[in-house]
């Protein structure tokens, strides 16, 4: 829409390298779209039953579709100095991957067109293939004869660089897919080669705010807003808590019976 040059966002949707699970694509990307980005949804090859491993290919898929938006950005009205990338779960991998290992890809079709993204958001990703991995996700990658060298270029806390673009990573703590961890190895490794980063873990996650037996440092989450609030049943430390909305608490817990006690 217009002439205007607008910032880009390619989503890639996690699904634990089996499928592109349709839950964090076009959703997600109408949502950066409403927000002033043009926005693209990666679908990538996946290793559904398991057969052979995927190795580099969807590093290689990734990779090519940034190429192949920079090569149109005339076209698709983007800026191509402003091409961000956001991945969850095992697509948090596949974009922290084309953030390590973007100078490793070589392509023939868009040479001379860069594929490193010039920033990137990781939800809840995979990144290690150690102690904390997804094991589910590094074996339809690298399949379960991996050798040392391939566990080892794809386990990413070990492969940032001094050329690793800017990244944003969240996830909540309680994640029992993804271990937190993982998030915190990337973080740290940045940190070590002094990249830009920010890293977000919540305590708990909206359910908790939505709970029967909502506790204070659930309701001093930024996830919670006033939920927990509006709950009859709420206790004196919930109703006392500081939440982003406490002005629109304070009536709801006036009203509240554990408060009156």
């Known amino acids: ?16 390298y089996c499928v592109v699970s349709p839950t964090e694509g076009e959703i997600v990307a109408m949502e950066f779209y409403e927000k002033g980005y043009n926005a693209f ?11 052979e491993p995927l190795k580099d290919q969807p590093m290689r ?3 090519r579709a940034i190429r192949f938006i920079r090569s149109r950005a005339g076209e698709f009205r983007i800026d191509p100095d402003r091409l961000g990338i956001c991945g969850f779960s095992a697509g948090g991998h596949l974009c922290a991957s084309v953030c390590v290992h973007f100078a ?10 860069s594929n490193r993204p ?7 990703p995979v990144i290690t293939s150690g102690d904390k991995a997804h094991q589910g996700s590094i074996q339809a ?8 060298a391939e566990l080892k270029y794809m386990s990413l806390e070990t492969q940032v660089t001094e050329n690793t673009p800017p990244c ?16 915190y190895l990337f973080a740290q490794a940045l940190k070590e080669k002094g990249q830009d980063f920010t890293v977000k873990a919540e305590a708990c996650d909206a359910k908790c705010c939505q709970g029967t037996a909502c506790k204070e440092n659930c309701c001093q989450k930024a996830a919670c807003k006033e939920n927990c609030c509006k709950k009859g049943d709420c206790d004196k430390k919930c109703c006392a808590a500081a939440c982003d909305k406490k ?15």
């Open 1 to 16: 829409e217009g002439e205007q040059a607008r910032p880009c966002m390619l989503v890639v949707p996690g699904g634990a």
């Open 41 to 51: 949804v990666l679908t990538y090859t996946t290793n559904p039953l398991m057969l």
């Open 61 to 63: 898929d990734l990779s």
């Open 104 to 113: 490793d890809i070589s392509d023939e079709v868009y040479e001379g067109i």
């Open 118 to 124: 010039d920033a990137a958001i990781l939800s809840y």
């Open 141 to 148: 990658l690298l399949g379960a004869d991996a050798t040392e």
């Open 168 to 183: 944003f990573l969240w996830q909540t703590a309680t994640d029992e897919a993804v271990p937190v961890e993982n998030s």
């Open 247 to 261: 002005a629109a608490c304070d009536k709801k817990c006036a009203d509240c019976p554990a408060a009156k006690k």
